[in-house]
């Protein structure tokens, strides 16, 4: 069954360091997205990508933030400078038009 | 703006007891309607979603869930839990039909305990 993956699974990371969350979405899907789960609180959306363009983000998605499509199949998320708030699983999703969204594993970023 | 509401935080079963899980929503239109899993430190699974037809639908792992229009709701229900059931819960809700993308909004989650 096809899934979606996402490396490393866990990363550390020093305050004010750049990372990059890697995302490997289903091959024919059409929509990409990120979302965090901080722990102990829910799931929250952070950007959605669709035709090689951020098609909605939320707040929390600042210009801190940034998503790219630099091939056909990986989709990633930079955070520039990270915070200690920024520590949170990432979640990364894909889905083709108007079907239930398939999750990654995640991957756990801390920042210390 | 659309949310999702969980109001049981923790949930304790024994272990071939029935389950109920609550879920409301508050949403413009009819939304897409879905339950996922998650065990401790994995990812999130779906078990089961509503787009559209009959209200009962059912799942994986021998979960089903009800969308009642009138009340908002979309119940997570289960006859006789198992103990591999414990993990946590999350109702989400994404854009109906003609929406586009399938950005979803999530409870804040139910952790399920069973007890042996």
């Known amino acids: 069954e096809p899934e979606v993956t996402q490396t490393p699974s866990h990363q550390v990371t020093q305050m004010g360091q750049e990372v990059i969350l890697r995302c490997v979405p289903i091959s024919n899907h059409l929509y990409f997205y990120w979302y965090r789960q901080i722990l102990g609180q829910k799931v929250e959306f952070l950007v959605s990508f669709y035709n090689n363009e951020i098609s909605e983000k939320s707040e929390i998605f600042d210009d801190q933030f940034s998503v790219e499509r630099p091939d056909g199949s990986n989709f990633t998320l930079k955070i520039r400078s990270t915070k200690l708030e920024d520590s949170a699983m990432y979640f990364c999703a894909s889905t083709r038009m108007n079907t239930e969204a398939f999750f990654g594993q995640g991957t756990r970023l801390t920042v210390v | 703006a659309q949310s999702v509401t969980q109001p049981d935080i923790h949930i304790t079963v024994s272990e071939g007891a029935s389950l109920e899980l609550r879920c409301n929503y508050s949403y413009g239109a009819t939304p897409y309607l879905f339950w996922y899993v998650q065990s401790p430190g994995q990812g999130l699974q779906l078990l089961l979603k509503?787009?559209?037809?009959?209200?009962l639908v059912q799942g994986i792992k021998g979960f089903e869930a009800e969308f009642k229009r009138s009340q908002s709701s979309f119940n997570l229900r289960k006859p006789s839990v198992h103990w591999s059931d414990a993990a946590e819960y999350f109702c989400a809700v994404g854009p109906p039909v003609g929406g586009g993308g399938n950005k979803l909004t999530f409870g804040t989650g139910t952790q399920l305990k069973v007890e042996l």
């Open positions: 509503y787009f559209s037809g009959d209200t």
